[in-house]
């Protein structure tokens, strides 16, 4: 038994017997020996950085679009052959090539799977010294391992976030836009969407205003970049203290998603030294007030970390 245990790990990066899956991700596999999660993005690497696995997360149209470009040009492009490999998700297709980061000469693999809501990405980078361990065999062999999971625990995804939220406001659904960058709390989900019921999105934005006196024509500015809503109009924004802190809110009127929903947006910024927290509730217009109560006890109930 000690002989094929020494053989096995002579003959290349083994897998370990379970899909893993990076904090706050949906899409996971059985990482290859010597990899492990990832510090500064969502995947796993080898200690010393130099074989990447990242995984995310991409519309659920685009596995389709893939699908097809795949089954017209079996033969792909610019000698990149494109393959398929069955996965517990489904039928997959990857491609490999060889190209250059730097100086560097590595080999890029990316693969693309189905989610149902969404579909899975893989990216895979090798650089040439690591080629002879991490294989077109062992690369394949993880992707056939390749799982996807429907939810990702609550806690798994709050504890991700750079602030404590402490009341989720009886929303049925949370959900991360970006593991450790946004979260949304919804009644509605990814199938029938989330407009057509009240849904918060909460998360940090890199700028702040430079003076006070900036501050409001900066919360209307970023107030009209708000995604998904179209037709608006600011119907006040006035400055606030959100649990003692320099804050603004601001409401708008506008119409939202495929049926051209009537709602109410309300956002608050709550204003700090480098980043401002910012919080985005919408609602039909015929559940504004409701709603309005929900988004007032999620907002209060934030924390810094």
Known sequence: MI??????????????????????????????VGLV????FVGFETEDHAVKVLVAELPAEAYNEVMNAFKANPAGTGGIKPQSIETSAGLAYYTAENARDGA???RRYSMILPGGTFSGYVAVQVPESASKIYTDDAIRQMFA???IRKQ?????????MPFKVSELGDFKNVRTLAPGGAIVLADGDEKTGFEAAPFMVIGLIANTPAQPNDRGRFAQEVATTIPGVRDAHITMSEPMRIQGLAGYETRIDATSGKDNTPVTVVQWLRFGDQNSLRIIGSAPRD???TAFTRFRAVRDGILPR
Request: proline share 13%; charged share 10%.
């Open 145 to 147: 391992s390749a799982a």
């Open 3 to 32: 002989a094929v245990a020494l053989l096995v790990i002579a003959t290349g990066p083994a897998l370990a017997a379970d899909p893993v899956f990076p904090p706050g991700a949906r899409v996971g596999m059985t990482p290859l």
């Open 287 to 289: 559940q504004w007030s």
């Open 152 to 160: 990702v625990p609550v806690e798994e995804q709050l504890a991700m």
């Open 37 to 40: 999660p990832a510090k500064t």
């Open 104 to 106: 560097t000469n590595v």
